[in-house]
């Protein structure tokens, strides 16, 4: 049972509009959720994060919107720059004193110039 | 660059063999993580140790084992190997034990087995 689902397996935009990144869950006990960027190579890197006593946060081009009653997920990008292209993974952990973070399959985002 | 160090880049080796795979976590962080992608999936949780000590566990197979040493350095066993086990594993480190804080990555060892 996969508890952290990203549907969409590649997204395209074009450069300058809003790119939109869904994820899905399914494990209520989850209150902390982050968005990682991965290039080709690379290891993932922390992206933004959100703790399910908000709904709503933003830093800089990246905003991240909690829905916990439908228990998704967003990522907002705007606007979206072709150095934006990359796969990014979605992951949801609970906040005890140890444990794992669960992550989605990733989704592919391209932005064209 | 994550601080975060994951030797060796590539790995190639044969079924049944036995393989380790090692990490250096970023200066300061007491946790490390382990994680195998596989093709085109997502990062599975293997194992997570919080300064010498183990502190979760994922779905890990019995034929993998890790431990963190005193400095802080990481490996990851991996015995017994078969095909499906090919894959890119990930290291990651946090400073503290908790998982509300972000985990920086290394950028894998890639493990092809034949």
């Known amino acids: 049972d996969q508890q952290v689902k990203q549907n969409s397996p590649s997204l395209s935009v074009q450069e300058g509009r809003i790119s939109i990144l869904n994820c899905d869950y399914t494990?209520?006990?989850?209150?902390?959720f982050l968005w990682y960027k991965k290039y080709p190579a690379e290891g993932p890197t922390f992206l933004i994060s959100?703790?399910?006593?908000?709904d709503k946060n933003e830093d800089g081009r990246f905003t991240v919107f909690l829905n916990k009653s439908a228990k998704h997920l967003s990522l907002h990008i705007v606007p979206s720059q072709p150095g934006d292209s990359a796969v990014y993974f979605c992951a949801a952990t609970v906040n005890t004193n140890a444990g794992k973070s669960t992550f989605g399959d990733g989704t592919t985002l391209t932005v064209k110039p | 660059d994550s601080g975060v160090t994951q030797t060796p880049k590539h790995l190639i080796t044969a079924t049944g063999q036995r393989v380790t795979l090692r990490c250096s976590p970023r200066s300061g962080d007491l946790s490390v993580y382990w994680y195998q992608q596989s093709l085109d999936q997502g990062l599975q949780f293997l194992i997570q140790?919080?300064?010498?000590?183990?502190?979760a566990k994922g779905n890990i197979l019995e034929r993998f084992s890790a431990q963190q040493f005193p400095d802080l350095h990481s490996e990851l066993n991996l015995s017994s190997l078969e095909l499906g086990d090919s894959a890119l594993y990930f290291c990651?480190?946090?400073?503290?034990?908790?998982?509300?804080?972000?985990?920086?990555f290394g950028d894998g060892t890639r493990l092809s087995i034949l």
């Open positions: 959100i703790s399910s006593i908000k």
């Open positions: 494990n209520s006990m989850f209150d902390y």
């Open positions: 990651a480190s946090s400073p503290g034990d908790r998982d509300n804080q972000p985990q920086h």
């Open positions: 140790y919080y300064n010498g000590e183990e502190r």
